[in-house]
């Protein structure tokens, strides 16, 4: 693929509900991140998969958050019971290795809990 | 883990060169020095990497002291296309995932 997509580009969604958010990372990226960014802040990391595994979920806010990646390509990110804090742009990044600095983003999913 | 600190903000006329640096006191030996532009409403873009001394590409040039403790962006004559955030990131594997707050550059015409 050209790019990192992601899906959907908005998701209104009401407090109390779950949401998935897609990530479709470059072809044969091994490496691939989820990020967070609240508005007017940086990004805050929340999980990385090397092919479909994920080491460290350290950063992921909550149990309520949850991800995973099949065929060491698409990966979706789970928000049950979502809460209006969860409200922000989630972002997916790849890149061919995790060793590899260089991280390709997506245009992000705009999610917004009321 | 190594820490970085930018300032918040910048100010800049079109046309100027903007050198925006990034205190990295702790790096370590194998950290790489990495900068991503972020515009409003998209995800970051890479924009240079380096690990000592000077990189320049098509974009910009990577100036890197011989203790490595700090790094400067240099954009040459801004536009007000160049008005985004700046992030500096150092380290290797997990430790280059910490973005922080960046640097808000503001170009004027």
């Known amino acids: 693929g050209a790019g990192v997509s992601q899906s959907p580009s908005n998701k209104v969604t009401e407090k109390g509900k779950d949401v998935e958010l897609r990530c479709d990372p470059i072809s044969g990226h091994t490496a691939l991140y989820w990020y967070r960014q609240s508005l007017g802040q940086g990004l805050e990391f929340l999980i990385y998969?090397?092919?479909?595994?994920?080491?460290?979920k350290s950063g992921l806010p909550s149990d309520r958050f949850s991800a995973e990646r099949t065929g060491g390509s698409v990966s979706t990110l789970t928000i049950q019971r979502t809460q209006q804090e969860d409200s922000a742009v989630y972002l997916c990044?790849?890149?061919?290795?995790?060793?590899?600095?260089?991280?390709?983003f997506g245009p992000g999913t705009r999610l917004t809990v009321l | 883990l190594a820490k970085t600190t930018q300032p918040i903000s910048m100010d800049s006329y079109e046309g100027q060169e903007v050198n925006i640096t990034c205190s990295h006191n702790?790096?370590?030996?194998?950290?790489?020095i990495t900068w991503y532009q972020q515009f409003p409403s998209q995800g970051p873009r890479f924009i240079i990497q380096g690990y000592k001394t000077k990189v320049t590409n098509e974009v910009a040039s990577l100036f890197i002291p011989a203790d490595r403790k700090s790094s400067t962006l240099s954009l040459p004559r801004v536009s007000l296309s160049d008005t985004a955030v700046y992030y500096c990131l150092v380290g290797v594997n997990t430790d280059k995932l910490i973005f922080g707050t960046g640097t808000r550059l503001q170009v004027f015409p």
């Open positions: 702790n790096i370590a030996t194998n950290d790489y």
């Open positions: 998969f090397q092919g479909n595994s994920a080491p460290d």
């Open positions: 990044a790849s890149s061919f290795y995790l060793e590899t600095d260089t991280q390709y």
